[in-house]
């Protein structure tokens, strides 16, 4: 597949939210807010292609010559919630502005099954190291692409009348299987 | 023993997740295209969950506060590991079906969210009672939004064409097996749940008085 076709179908086609199913605690639960879900979208992006670009390393220069493929869940969750904690102590120290924006989003990110799900995606479909990134820069927009679209509806329930039921993450699901039927249409463009 | 029963039918029904938590919903929404797979991810999380906890209440007094999170990730993650080695041997096609989120169980909010809120500081047995009913109530849950997506979606109840059994002509909703059909009808069963649930409150109530 060539890489313009990769981006395409990481953000539109299998979008990493509405078609491929991850990362969706965070997607309920920070999206009630327009400037929360930007802060968790850049979070994301930049975590999930840094932890791609590790994971990959170890998986083809640590599991595979060993033969320990079988650790790799294991290995793989380590590699994230390390660089986490790792990114969040150097953003701290190095640019404070951006860390306060990001503020409490790094450390969920470690619990965001988009990030485990990007990299073992992946390794699962043979992806080279180049290919690896692109896909998780362009899911990873993905993600914040359906996120903060979803936001800027949810803001507008505030206003809304709903069924005492649905409110919250009833109306919110609701939602976002009609975003995601409409991202459905995407399915023939390649 | 009365406390092990009660932690466990907590799960059951009054904290049943992912309803009443609203955690977990990554698997919930993908693997329910099926009662099978439901069944399926729903035992796999149960048994991470009931070692998880069993093994996180043990040690919950030598793991210092500031890396506890690490420690629960990594006693989780090998738990993960068993399960995804178990399926791949005994359950192969049931393993292919749920993919990658057997491994995506490790990252499974559930999971880390009953070690931090109840096996941190309950004792073994009980950990192990609240990880069976919190692991019990997530597979109905899955069973259920599963046979719902299954019978509606595909007509089928596991793989068995049910409507052609009783010579009943339905055409399924092809939508409720793919994403749309999964955020959607999630989401109204969310909806029922609200309503169900305060009606056998009211009623639970009106019994006690």
Known sequence: MSTFALIISAIFINNILLARYLGNCPFLGVSKKMDTAIGMALAVIFVLTIASFFTWIVEHFLLVPFGLQYLRTLAFILVIAALVQFVEMFLKKSIPALYKSLGIFLPLITTN???????????????????????????????GLALVLFASIR??????????????TGIGLVTAGLIALSFFAFKGMI | MSQFVKEVTKGLWKDIPPFRFVLGLCPTLAVTTSVENGIGMGLAATFVLIGSNAIISMMRKVIPDEVRVASYIVIIATFVVCVEMLMKAYFFSLSESLGIFIPLIVVNCIILGRAEAFAKKNPVMLSIADGLGMGLGFTISLTVLGFIRELFGAGTVFGLDVFALFNLNFEPFGILQQAPGAFIALGLML???????????????????
């Open chain 1, 155 to 168: 803001e507008r329930f505030e206003i809304s009348a709903i069924p005492k039921a649905l409110q919250g």
């Open chain 2, 191 to 209: 909806g029922l749940m609200n309503v169900v649930g305060k009606i056998v409150d009211n009623i639970m109530a009106r019994r006690v008085v």
């Open chain 1, 113 to 143: 099954c988009a990030v485990l799900g990007t990299a073992l995606i992946s390794i699962k479909e043979d992806y080279g190291l180049l290919d690896t990134i692109v896909f998780s820069i362009a899911s990873a927009a993905g993600f």
